[in-house]
């Protein structure tokens, strides 16, 4: 995976190569569910392929990066309106967790 706008490969430094699209889905508030465009490369050096991952979303995740934030800085949780059942607890107490290990 590479930010936005990066063109050298983070595995070997060679350059990288538009290759094609893929679609992903992603899960925001109110429910609602959109599907965004991600970018594939291809290194021309070791023939890696990387996803050209905005912001606004996390790498492995489904959830908006704002929700995930809002959710292990405790500002979302599960009595949270509009986030009542979504994501579920167990994915909410998963990211919470998961954070804490990686502060370790």
């Excluded at 959109?34 to 996803?51: A, D, Q, V």
């Excluded at 500002?75 to 994915?91: K, M, Q, V």
Aim: aromatic fraction near 10%; include cysteine.
């Amino acid at each position: 995976m590479i930010s936005c706008y990066e063109d050298i490969c983070p595995i070997c430094g060679g350059k990288l190569k538009y290759y094609d699209s893929v679609r992903r889905i992603v899960r925001t508030k109110n429910h609602r569910t959109g599907k965004t465009i991600l970018h594939r490369y291809r290194c021309l050096n070791c023939g890696k392929i990387h996803r050209e991952i905005p912001n606004y979303i996390f790498p492995y995740k489904q959830y908006e990066s704002e929700i995930i934030i809002g959710v292990i800085e405790g500002l979302i949780t599960s009595d949270t309106l509009g986030f009542e059942d979504y994501p579920c607890e167990a994915t909410m107490n998963r990211w919470i967790t998961r954070n804490k290990q990686l502060m370790l």
